[in-house]
């Protein structure tokens, strides 16, 4: 079949922070995008806030890259910056399904680590070609040697028998902050020999296959990603799989439902760099942008419309994580944010449905509130706080896990969990896991003062966990967790030792209530805070809730008293993030989200009604 030598498509893969987003800035900068005294971002491709916060892509984007060769030949490069944390999976699933193969990126230092291996997975299971890049080969800590070793045995780990031509994989050693990229190992710690990233390039035109296709055939094109424009409404992203599509054609648009209608093109855009330009048309392994089918969704054929051959639905790894989302029900409703109906929440919750092909939203007994399903903590925490940004104030349950009956028997989703703690904090950790169901897989102990191991524990077990490993290491431990399958129900697991301190009125917080409650355990308000009654004001020392009068006020006399006007000294009150106050939520609790706060409360915010509710389950 012929193919087009002037194209290709390639994916970045890798694990979190192992510098996807950083390579491809640097082969933007070496590919002439930008002028040289162009101001631009670092991580240019993290365009949305949330992922300039917290440092990790989110949403896979495209871009492409002008890239010459040392013969006089253009070649134009398709690069799809995909996220490394498995919560955003589905992302990977449809960037994987526009390339013809993929780069996967590993850090000289941390080796292969579990999101290493579900990315990889997804590429082998494409049976796509795959270049090993070594990144960060220039950290003082780099072990470039044993990484590489480590990345030909997680390979040996996943392919059959079928695949093992895929081992026979080129490597390439770079350091993607300097721009810099080398065929040949350098020592630890130094710098690639080579002055540029041709090498890498070079690597990438003879690696990853041009896209091929038939002469003659009819238009195929597949929709593997949404985006908007103020100007031209809904776009699709789609890879050109056959044919040709030109700018105002009428072309079949073969739904979802299996239904076929004719529609016509208002726009058609190819990607320049981080620039999307009008095209008069686009060929076999163009991956193109198209306006005027404003209702096109994720996993739908463009098509001929005179012999229209739909493409096969993008299908992704069902969740594993849920919980319940909505409207604001506690007494301080509708005082900062803008969007508080069960109407507009719902709205926004199937807008969310278009665009994210890896969650589901299920009806639940309550006409105001739904269970939304998603592959982890991670993935629905950053949903909820793009809807907070956006003025919603929403009720958010505790995050549970989705249970399967497999063979007559209760099975759930358990995680395949990777530490990385200072050899000192080993008894630690295995008694962590041990009340969590952990069983070990791995222990490797690298020489250098720290261990890594491997577990696989219940996904449930992890609900909570990072904050206390956190504590429990004194901040030096580090953890990735990734789905691995589902087992038999563990069992019951008890993972939060201590209970709350729930607030028994309504007022405002005052400092001498506070300085006498904060002995009882942790405060999380502070003098001035609204509290109301069920609303959660502090973490008890003890196992058990505790009714507390978080707005006590100091009696005054007009008798002076010697030790009247000591000051009261309040320890700071511990201000929890969303994902921090999802980890501490218990099943009887739930959170507040506004625009301007976050509270803990009680689903049952009488205390009376609460206690009648635990009389109940007693004798029952």
Same mark, same amino acid.
């Given at each position: 079949?012929?193919?087009?030598?002037?194209?290709?498509?390639?994916?970045?893969?890798?694990?979190?922070?192992?510098?996807?987003?950083?390579?491809?800035?640097?082969?933007?900068? @070496?590919?002439?995008?930008?002028?040289?005294?162009?101001?631009?971002?670092?991580?240019?491709?993290?365009?949305?806030?949330?992922?300039?916060?917290?440092?990790?892509?989110?949403?896979?984007?495209?871009?492409?890259?002008?890239?010459?060769?040392?013969?006089?030949?253009?070649?134009?490069?398709?690069?799809?910056?995909?996220?490394?944390?498995?919560?955003?999976?589905?992302?990977?699933?449809?960037?994987?399904?526009?390339?013809?193969?993929?780069?996967?990126?590993?850090?000289?230092?941390?080796?292969?680590?579990?999101?290493?291996?579900?990315?990889?997975?997804?590429?082998?299971?494409?049976?796509?070609?795959?270049?090993?890049?070594?990144?960060?080969?220039?950290?003082?800590?780099?072990?470039?040697?044993?990484?590489?070793?480590?990345?030909?045995?997680?390979?040996?780990?996943?392919?059959?028998?079928?695949?093992?031509?895929?081992?026979?994989?080129?490597?390439?050693?770079?350091?993607?902050?300097?721009?810099?990229?080398?065929?040949?190992?350098?020592?630890?710690?130094?710098?690639?020999?080579?002055?540029?990233?041709?090498?890498?390039?070079?690597?990438?035109?003879?690696?990853?296959?041009?896209?091929?296709?038939?002469?003659?055939?009819?238009?195929?094109?597949?929709?593997?990603?949404?985006?908007?424009?103020?100007?031209?409404?809904?776009?699709?992203?789609?890879?050109?799989?056959?044919?040709?599509?030109?700018?105002?054609?009428?072309?079949?648009?073969?739904?979802?439902?299996?239904?076929?209608?004719?529609?016509?093109?208002?726009?058609?855009?190819?990607? @320049?760099?981080?620039?999307?330009?009008?095209?008069?048309?686009?060929?076999?392994?163009?991956?193109?942008?198209?306006?005027?089918?404003?209702?096109?969704?994720?996993?739908?054929?463009?098509?001929?419309?005179?012999?229209?051959?739909?493409?096969?639905?993008?299908?992704?790894?069902?969740?594993?994580?849920?919980?319940?989302?909505?409207?604001?029900?506690?007494?301080?409703?509708?005082?900062?944010?803008?969007?508080?109906?069960?109407?507009?929440?719902?709205?926004?919750?199937?807008?969310?449905?278009?665009?994210?092909?890896?969650?589901?939203?299920?009806?639940?007994?309550?006409?105001?509130?739904?269970?939304?399903?998603?592959?982890?903590?991670?993935?629905?925490?950053?949903?909820?706080?793009?809807?907070?940004?956006?003025?919603?104030?929403?009720?958010?349950?505790?995050?549970?896990?989705?249970?399967?009956?497999?063979?007559?028997?209760?099975?759930?989703?358990?995680?395949?969990?990777?530490?990385?703690?200072?050899?000192?904090?080993?008894?630690?950790?295995?008694?962590?896991?041990?009340?969590?169901?952990?069983?070990?897989?791995?222990?490797?102990?690298?020489?250098?003062?720290?261990?890594?191991?491997?577990?696989?524990?219940?996904?449930?077990?992890?609900?909570?966990?990072?904050?206390?490993?956190?504590?429990?290491?004194?901040?030096?431990?580090?953890?990735?967790?990734?789905?691995?399958?589902?087992?038999?129900?563990?069992?019951?697991?008890?993972?939060?030792?201590?209970?709350?301190?729930?607030?028994?009125?309504?007022?405002?917080?005052?400092?001498?209530?506070?300085?006498?409650?904060?002995?009882?355990?942790?405060?999380?308000?502070?003098?001035?805070?609204?509290?109301?009654?069920?609303?959660?004001?502090?973490?008890?020392?003890?196992?058990?809730?505790?009714?507390?009068?978080?707005?006590?006020?100091?009696?005054?006399?007009?008798?002076?008293?010697?030790?009247?006007?000591?000051?009261?000294?309040?320890?700071?009150?511990?201000?929890?993030?969303?994902? @921090?106050?999802?980890?501490?939520?218990?099943?009887?609790?739930?959170?507040?989200?506004?625009?301007?706060?976050?509270?803990?409360?009680?689903?049952?915010?009488?205390?009376?009604?609460?206690?009648?509710?635990?009389?109940?389950?007693?004798?029952?």
């Amino acid at each position: 079949m012929p193919t087009r030598q002037d194209l290709r498509n390639v994916a970045i893969v890798a694990h979190v922070d192992h510098g996807k987003t950083t390579l491809v800035d640097a082969m933007l900068w @070496q590919s002439g995008a930008f002028r040289e005294n162009q101001a631009v971002d670092d991580r240019v491709m993290d365009s949305n806030a949330l992922e300039r916060e917290k440092g990790i892509t989110i949403l896979a984007k495209n871009t492409a890259v002008a890239h010459r060769t040392p013969d006089g030949h253009d070649v134009t490069i398709n690069i799809i910056d995909t996220p490394g944390h498995a919560d955003f999976g589905g992302e990977v699933e449809r960037g994987l399904e526009m390339v013809d193969g993929v780069v996967l990126l590993v850090d000289a230092s941390e080796g292969p680590l579990p999101q290493t291996r579900f990315v990889l997975r997804k590429a082998l299971a494409k049976k796509l070609p795959i270049i090993v890049c070594v990144n960060k080969v220039d950290r003082s800590d780099a072990r470039i040697a044993e990484v590489v070793e480590e990345t030909y045995e997680l390979f040996m780990d996943l392919v059959d028998d079928s695949q093992t031509d895929v081992l026979d994989f080129p490597v390439v050693y770079a350091s993607a902050k300097a721009g810099r990229a080398s065929l040949t190992a350098p020592a630890d710690g130094e710098m690639p020999d080579s002055d540029n990233l041709e090498p890498f390039f070079a690597t990438i035109l003879d690696t990853i296959p041009a896209p091929s296709y038939e002469e003659g055939a009819p238009l195929q094109a597949h929709v593997t990603n949404l985006d908007a424009s103020p100007y031209l409404g809904r776009l699709a992203l789609l890879r050109v799989v056959a044919g040709r599509i030109e700018r105002g054609q009428t072309v079949a648009w073969c739904k979802a439902d299996g239904t076929i209608s004719n529609v016509k093109l208002s726009e058609l855009l190819k990607t @320049q760099a981080l620039e999307r330009v009008p095209a008069d048309s686009a060929g076999p392994g163009d991956i193109v942008a198209i306006a005027g089918i404003p209702d096109i969704t994720i996993g739908e054929t463009i098509a001929d419309p005179e012999d229209p051959r739909p493409l096969p639905l993008i299908t992704v790894d069902e969740p594993s994580i849920s919980m319940t989302i909505g409207i604001n029900t506690s007494p301080l409703a509708g005082k900062s944010g803008k969007q508080l109906t069960a109407r507009l929440v719902k709205a926004r919750l199937d807008a969310e449905l278009i665009g994210n092909v890896s969650i589901r939203v299920l009806p639940t007994e309550r006409p105001d509130t739904w269970e939304v399903q998603g592959r982890g903590e991670l993935q629905l925490a950053v949903l909820v706080e793009m809807m907070r940004r956006e003025g919603f104030e929403l009720t958010v349950g505790k995050p549970q896990v989705v249970t399967r009956t497999i063979d007559g028997k209760l099975h759930e989703p358990v995680e395949r969990l990777t530490i990385d703690v200072p050899e000192d904090f080993i008894g630690v950790v295995t008694q962590l896991m041990g009340l969590r169901r952990g069983r070990l897989e791995q222990m490797v102990n690298h020489g250098t003062g720290w261990v890594r191991v491997e577990y696989v524990v219940p996904a449930r077990g992890l609900i909570g966990f990072r904050t206390e490993f956190l504590t429990e290491t004194r901040g030096t431990g580090l953890m990735h967790h990734v789905f691995d399958s589902y087992e038999p129900w563990f069992g019951e697991l008890r993972t939060r030792p201590t209970g709350s301190l729930v607030a028994d009125r309504s007022g405002t917080v005052t400092a001498f209530a506070l300085f006498n409650l904060q002995e009882r355990g942790t405060m999380f308000v502070s003098p001035g805070a609204d509290v109301y009654e069920g609303m959660i004001v502090g973490e008890n020392a003890r196992a058990d809730d505790m009714d507390v009068n978080p707005t006590k006020e100091k009696k005054l006399t007009n008798v002076r008293s010697s030790t009247g006007d000591e000051l009261e000294r309040l320890i700071p009150a511990k201000l929890l993030n969303m994902e @921090q106050a999802l980890e501490f939520c218990r099943e009887d609790e739930c959170l507040e989200i506004t625009p301007e706060a976050v509270r803990i409360r009680k689903v049952e915010l009488s205390a009376g009604d609460r206690a009648k509710s635990r009389n109940r389950a007693k004798r029952g």
